[in-house]
């Protein structure tokens, strides 16, 4: 048995059965890491010793009967959720040398279940980014080519996962950032709805568009950590208070159903966007048929706002970056170049050596369209833009159940092909930035191989608070799809 491929759900199973102990399971995978992530490049830190020593302690709660789903399963965490006492660098210079004195209430939720914490993840600077390149220490590739890139911000959790180098992690995603890089990297991820999941303790980019969420091997496990990180915190004043319910077990009670009584919007405004590759299309195509041999009826749905949602982000996102990045000023936080005799100098040498190019441009567009004479213009119209992309959806769901469409217009893209032109990068979020803009959750779920052999997904949006209607239509999908996601052979 190939320890590295389990699910969360089977390793559980054999955790539980005593038949694997946490401290193989985890061997096996940081021996995994030692041997190929010098290639993916998945990882910013790991620390073996922490990690065999919380399975080692794994192993004892589950020896004395105590055990939760998620005691003595590895996990992988983006490095933009601290954690206590582990380097949190965003993949900044600017924080290269930053250790958090407290855990953020997700990584505070896996400990209190003694998961095994493997590493921390490589991400785009703050998450700005769709590649993972822009990166202040290293690139990561796509397990399935490594001449490609593993999508992003959260590509080093999207690659960890499907280079079998854990269990499953959690990313971020602020316009895409767990749903495009589970795409490109054959794995499923899913955005919950805004204020589902507490933001304690993640380094914010754009605060009213952020939300933590998994990234799984399959639809099931997604499930399982919707149950452990959802809820209200007293911590984060923008979690919601809503009830949450059992995620995996609704699943279980679907499983012999088929999805019949479910509609699925298919926006005819998506259908027109430029640059979708054709091999896209024919994926999408096919995974239409899919749910309707399952029952689903398709509707044609309209979003008409759709042309304006790239512009309405990258104002919104920028601004809130530009206001939530002033607080790294060599003072408070990581590091400083340069005595500080002249403050203003400080600012300046430590801002400009800390923060990569990426990070500067959105902080420069942020501060610009947020100044006295131009908000009105800038952030002021953006967010009435957003507004209306809000009441799109509404009445889009008038019609249908969830809304799908592809993740990404394109497989991934070669590494570097996109850098030396932002506007391109940002234009491929298309289908990704809405749900963020809404506020509603998303899912990614693997749907077919370009004949590259690269990974492509499916999006399915929902109603706000309504994870189940995406996590029901996107098992029903994986299993009738049956995709062969034996992982690449490194
Ligand atoms: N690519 C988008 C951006 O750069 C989304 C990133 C994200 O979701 N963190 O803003």
């Not at 993840?121 to 990166?135: P, V, Y």
């Not at 400083?336 to 100098?345: N, T, V, W």
Request: glycine content about 10%; some cysteine; hydrophobic content about 40%.
């Amino acid at each position: 048995m190939d320890l590295h491929a389990l699910t969360i759900g089977k390793a559980r199973e054999l955790l539980s059965q005593s038949k694997i102990s946490s401290v193989e399971l985890t061997r096996a995978l940081l021996d995994r890491i030692d041997l190929y992530d010098d290639r993916i490049g998945a990882f910013i830190t790991v620390d073996k010793e922490a990690a065999l020593a919380q399975a080692l302690a794994a192993d004892e709660q589950i020896a004395k009967g105590n055990q939760t789903p998620f005691t003595g399963i590895p996990i992988a965490l983006k490095d933009l959720l601290c954690t206590r006492g582990v380097k949190t660098t965003c993949a900044s210079k600017i924080l290269g040398n930053f250790v958090p004195q407290y855990d953020a209430t997700v990584v505070a939720k896996l400990k209190k279940e003694n998961a095994v914490l493997i590493g921390k993840t490589n991400l785009d600077e703050f998450a700005m980014g769709s590649s993972t390149e822009n990166s202040a220490f290293k690139i990561t590739r796509n397990p399935w080519n490594e001449d490609h890139v593993p999508g992003g911000s959260s590509g080093g959790s999207a690659a960890a996962v499907a280079a079998q180098f854990c269990c499953g992690s959690l990313g971020t995603d602020t316009g895409g950032s767990i749903r495009q890089p589970a795409s490109h990297c054959g794995v499923v991820g899913l955005k919950p709805t805004y204020g589902r999941v507490s933001r304690f303790g993640l380094v914010s980019y754009a605060s009213s568009l952020d939300q933590i969420g998994p990234i799984t091997r399959d639809v099931r496990d997604a499930a399982m950590m919707m149950n452990l990180i959802c809820g209200n915190d007293p911590k984060d004043s923008t979690s919601a208070k809503v009830d949450v319910p059992d995620f995996t077990g609704a699943l279980n009670q679907f499983e012999a159903n088929s999805l019949k009584g479910m509609k699925a919007g298919v926006p005819k405004e998506y259908l027109g966007v430029e640059g979708i590759d054709p091999e896209v299309s024919a994926m999408f195509d096919r995974a239409k048929k899919v749910l309707e041999s399952l029952g689903v009826e398709i509707v044609e749905i309209s979003l008409p706002h759709t042309q304006y949602v790239v512009a309405a982000y990258y104002i919104i996102a920028p601004c809130e970056a530009s206001s939530n990045l002033a607080r790294f000023d060599g003072v408070r936080y990581g590091v400083r170049d340069s005595e500080p005799d002249d403050l203003i100098e400080m600012y300046k040498k430590t801002k400009s050596q800390g923060f990569g190019p990426e990070v500067q441009r959105r902080i420069i567009i942020g501060t610009y369209a947020l100044s006295a004479g131009y908000y009105d213009a800038y952030y002021g119209r953006a967010s009435q833009v957003r507004t209306l992309i809000m009441e799109d959806f509404s009445k889009a769901f008038e019609q249908c159940d969830f809304i799908l469409s592809p993740v990404a217009p394109t497989p991934a893209f070669k590494i570097g092909e996109n850098t030396g032109d932002p506007l391109t990068m940002y234009l491929s979020d298309i289908f990704t930035l809405s749900a963020n803009m809404a506020g509603i959750p998303g899912i990614s779920v693997p749907a077919g191989f370009s004949a590259k052999g690269l990974p492509m997904g499916i999006q399915m949006m929902g109603k706000h608070f309504d994870e189940i209607s995406l996590l029901r239509a996107g098992f029903g999908f994986e299993r009738a799809l049956d995709l062969k996601t034996d992982f690449p052979v490194l």
